[in-house]
């Protein structure tokens, strides 16, 4: 049973107690729905409240049971609002803590709502591509008004309790026994009559249809790709131009709509991936986590600083070291200069600029750090530097402390090798920004010990990161991909684009950059630093030669002003060189290569199925646990289009079948070599599966 019963005098009590967030299963309705029934038929029983144990009210709709038979089973989440709605005695929501999706439209169907300050009010579902569907956008704008109910349905976000004045009947002083004060009230208005109902309300606005037109227009220009937020608004505009129950019919046939939709399908992939990505089959449950208490960062470059605030950022008192006092004065001051900016913009109060200041310091000397639980190298990427970065390491950190690389492709295993405590050693690759950039990619090495991983995965967690677990290979999961997408761009150079037409069809399919001016971005002398590496190390794969042409002229990009593109004096706009482009004319005539006109299908379906077909390697090979990790990866790393869901979803929406056929005749053109089909890939479009099945 997920629900409780018991009297309290003249009123039932009925509280959730689904952990972790109450959340509406079939076992919850079931046990709500009997309770409420059971109250009616005592009559002893005059008024009734539903509350819920532990850290919620309600999170609406228990993700468990999405996507499962359970989600449509009686009584459905329809059958218990109506069940409380039609209750012949008053039925009181006692809300706290969390009030969100089903949860809110659930007390809404309640004839009286009271609260705790503080609680979270939300209807968040735009956020999953859809929108609330068993009443929300129909009661919320009766009881609140259509301006403020329809601003919460369309963000998603959440409201406090004490700032919806008109969604209470009461709110709570602080500290108050919710149920004790609950049931006082239901008592007080156990004999009123009738029973109020938000359904018998008008929603109120001084001009509903001037209003409805300029939000119509005002989110139809943020939506982008996304239907949900245009449907949440003429959803919401049926509770003023429709009876209730025809509004609540086509509420419920917009959400149909919407659930069958790509887009939704693509948030809803990606939010629980977001969770399975924290999942790690072979690690024992109960592992034990060392604490991390305080850490420290070897670098104070561009990535180490971006380590250090991630740190401050979450209260982790850090400390930088660096070779040099000239180096660690100016990786300080990059850190102080990024928080006093984000001050004077407001997004940063005084007082938590000077705390994370206070938090963050500066060492030249090994010593310095040796009591920290967790050190981060991040330093320049060779091997040769790190591995002589982990022997100093090795000397000085404390037993049981936790020795993580940044290294971006390097071989963790050689890293851990260089010290006589592998088991220690881990893959922290942050990406840059590292204190914005949501993405942790943990590479788990050959000897890391569970609980360093089990650590690792929970430190993501306190740094606001999306942790993804990978094993090692060169470059992981999302470089070992971007370097087969980032060779496809440069055949295409060759064959006939420019940079900007490259970007411009990746920009369109919705990646937030394309691939040349990525590369700008990150510096085009690190891939040029890769390539060496691996021509030195014999590996035998065909480039463009275009990126060393470029890297040869000086062109590293944005901090050299001058890239791909060419880029004004402190600017970053990327402007279109005659000089890069006259190079890649020269360089495809020398290679005896007659370049054509490319469209944008072809540019997507090069970079985009190269990505895949090395994702389905990846796979594999073990690389990755599953899938959906791979699509974390690019959603939080890499830019890849939320609304498509990640490379291996937006794979499974095309057809694997029709990738596979896309990918061989690719391989029967120039080039085809690097365009061998993934035996996964062939296996799975030869079932009939997607990456993503279950």
Request: with cysteine; charged share 20%.
């Amino acid at each position: 049973m997920s629900a409780e019963y018991a009297l309290h005098g003249n009123v039932a009590v009925i509280t959730f107690n689904n952990p972790p967030v109450n959340g509406l299963g079939l076992a919850t309705r079931t046990a709500a729905v009997d309770g409420l029934r059971r109250a009616q038929e005592d009559p002893r029983v005059e008024a009734i409240v539903i509350t819920g144990a532990g850290k919620a009210f309600s999170g609406g709709a228990d993700i468990r049971e999405f996507n499962s038979p359970k989600a449509l089973t009686e009584p459905t989440l329809h059958t218990l609002i109506r069940t409380a709605e039609e209750a012949v005695k008053p039925v009181v929501a006692a809300i706290h803590s969390v009030c969100m999706g089903g949860g809110l439209e659930l007390a809404l169907g309640c004839h009286y709502r009271v609260a705790l300050p503080g609680a979270q009010v939300a209807l968040p579902e735009v956020k999953l591509g859809l929108l609330p569907g068993a009443g929300g956008t129909q009661r919320l704008p009766r009881a609140i008004g259509l301006e403020p109910a329809l601003n919460m349905i369309v963000s998603g976000n959440p409201v406090a309790s004490e700032k919806l004045p008109a969604l209470f009947d009461e709110v709570f002083a602080a500290g108050t026994d919710l149920v004790a004060a609950a049931v006082a009230f239901a008592g007080r208005i156990a004999q009123v009559r009738p029973l109020p109902k938000v359904r018998d309300r008008q929603a109120a606005h001084a001009d509903p249809a001037a209003f409805l037109e300029a939000a119509r227009a005002r989110v139809a220009a943020a939506a982008g790709p996304f239907p949900a937020p245009r449907e949440c608004v003429e959803t919401v505009a049926a509770a003023v131009t429709m009876p209730f129950e025809q509004g609540l019919a086509f509420e419920r046939e917009r959400f149909m709509h919407l659930i069958g939709t790509t887009e939704s399908k693509a948030l809803r992939h990606a939010f629980f991936a977001e969770r399975e990505a924290a999942k790690v089959p072979d690690l024992p449950a109960g592992t034990p986590s060392r604490p991390i208490a305080r850490a420290a960062v070897v670098g104070a470059g561009t990535m180490g600083a971006g380590i250090a605030m991630a740190f401050a950022n979450a209260g982790i008192p850090v400390t930088v070291l660096e070779a040099s006092q000239e180096a660690l004065d100016k990786g300080l001051a990059g850190v102080r200069a990024y928080y006093e900016g984000a001050a004077s913009k407001g997004k940063l109060a005084p007082e938590a600029l000077a705390q994370r200041m206070a938090l963050i310091s500066g060492a030249l000397q090994y010593q310095a750090i040796a009591d920290a639980d967790i050190v981060v190298e991040a330093v320049f990427e060779d091997l040769a530097v790190k591995e002589a970065v982990f022997r100093q390491l090795d000397e000085v950190m404390k037993p049981g402390a936790i020795l993580a690389t940044n290294t971006s492709t390097l071989d963790i295993d050689r890293i851990a090798a260089a010290t006589s405590r592998p088991l220690d050693v881990i893959g922290t690759h942050f990406f840059s920004p590292a204190h914005v950039m949501k993405l942790l990619e943990i590479v788990r090495g050959r000897a890391t010990a569970n609980d360093v991983l089990a650590t690792v995965l929970g430190l993501a967690k306190r740094l606001k990161k999306t942790g993804v677990v990978a094993r090692v290979c060169d470059g992981f999961i999302g470089n070992r991909m971007i370097e087969q997408y980032l060779r496809q761009a440069g055949f295409l150079l060759e064959e006939g684009c420019t940079p900007a037409q490259v970007d411009g069809a990746l920009e369109r399919f919705g990646f937030a950059m394309g691939p040349f001016r990525m590369s700008d971005l990150a510096g085009n002398d690190i891939g040029w630093a890769i390539r060496k590496r691996r021509a030195a190390e014999g590996r035998a794969i065909t480039y463009s030669k275009l990126p060393d042409l470029l890297c040869e002229m000086g062109r590293f990009g944005q901090k050299a002003g001058a890239g791909w593109y060419d880029y004004r004096p402190g600017e970053r706009t990327a402007l279109p060189s005659a000089q890069v482009e006259a190079m890649i004319v020269d360089h495809a005539r020398e290679l005896g290569v007659a370049r054509r006109a490319i469209g944008d299908d072809e540019i997507v379906e090069r970079l985009v199925y190269a990505l895949v077909n090395e994702g389905a390697r990846i796979l594999e090979e073990g690389i990755a646990l599953r899938a959906s990790d791979i699509d974390m990866v690019y959603l939080t790393g890499y830019g890849f289009p939320l609304y498509r869901g990640g490379p291996m979803f937006y794979a499974d929406t095309v057809g694997l079948p029709a990738v596979l056929a896309a990918i061989r005749r690719f391989a029967a053109g120039r080039h085809g070599d690097a365009w061998q089909p993934a035996a996964r890939l062939e296996q799975l479009a030869a079932e009939g599966k997607g990456f993503n099945d279950r």
